[in-house]
């Protein structure tokens, strides 16, 4: 079975900095995109930040500039800098990942997720 184990989250100050980490375990043929998604109380999830195999890099507008994500492919792991927190950037985290797993019969990856992480930002 393939997890996705986060950690890093917890409470900061508006201006400070966290990082994220999600690490992808066991049975694994191949990762393909990793990505940082976001739910706030009472919204929708969205898609914070997007790294391909590439690597290629995405962002929502919002955190442009001040969140960067980074993966370490020998450690199956993706990483979410995020400097000068904002209160709105308050929301359960969610690590995502396209994962081919080790028992599957196809090449097409399937979907994880990880538990969440809740960051609060303290204006």
Do not use: H
């Not at 976001?38 to 962002?59: D, F, H, M, N």
């Not at 000068?84 to 969610?94: G, N, R």
């Not at 080790?102 to 960051?119: H, V």
């Amino acid at each position: 079975q393939v997890q996705l184990v986060e950690s890093g989250g917890g409470l900061v100050q508006a201006g400070g900095s966290l990082t994220l980490s999600c690490a992808a375990s066991g049975s694994i043929f191949s990762i393909n995109a990793m990505g940082w998604y976001r739910q706030a109380p009472g919204k929708q999830r969205e898609l914070v930040a997007r790294i391909t195999s590439g690597p290629r890099r995405t962002y929502v507008d919002s955190v442009k500039g001040r969140f960067t994500i980074s993966r370490d492919n020998a450690k199956n792991t993706v990483y979410l800098q995020m400097n000068s927190l904002k209160p709105e950037d308050t929301a359960v985290y969610y690590c995502n990942a396209a994962i081919v797993s080790g028992s599957s019969a196809s090449i097409i990856p399937d979907d994880y997720w990880g538990q969440g992480t809740q960051i609060t930002v303290s204006s």
